[in-house]
């Protein structure tokens, strides 16, 4: 089993800053990407950004050149730096990490941490 254990959100004005990290534990061998989701009260969960093992990363639109994920492979933990952060970013922010094992793919989510962007 994979557990995803989520820190660093809070309350930050817009303009600022915030790091996110999640660390993972467990059966880790057969991850080969792990990202950062957003949920909205009242809308769909949506992808933020995602990064393989090899360091191939997508981002959604809306956070290029504001965010940043960033990982250490050797204990998957995955950071996501976020700057320039506005009033929309708000949000509950989920760990996810991707496994294949035995030819069948698993997804794993953390807890997920709060984001809130207010004045």
């Known amino acids: 089993q994979v557990q995803l254990v989520e820190s660093g959100g809070g309350l930050v004005q817009p303009g600022g800053s915030l790091r996110l990290s999640c660390a993972a534990s467990?059966?880790?061998?057969?991850?080969?990407?792990m990202g950062w989701y957003r949920q909205a009260p009242g809308k769909q969960r949506e992808m933020v950004a995602t990064?393989?093992?090899?360091?191939?990363?997508v981002y959604a639109d809306f956070v290029k050149g504001r965010f940043t994920i960033s990982r250490n492979n050797a204990n998957h933990t995955v950071w996501l730096q976020m700057n320039s952060l506005k009033p929309e970013d708000t949000a509950v922010y989920y760990c996810?990490?991707?496994?294949?094992?035995?030819?069948?793919?698993?997804?794993?989510w953390g807890q997920g941490t709060q984001v809130t962007v207010s004045p």
């Open positions: 996810n990490a991707e496994e294949v094992e035995d030819g069948h793919l698993y997804e794993h």
């Open positions: 990064i393989t093992t090899g360091g191939s990363t």
């Open positions: 467990g059966s880790l061998s057969s991850v080969y990407a």
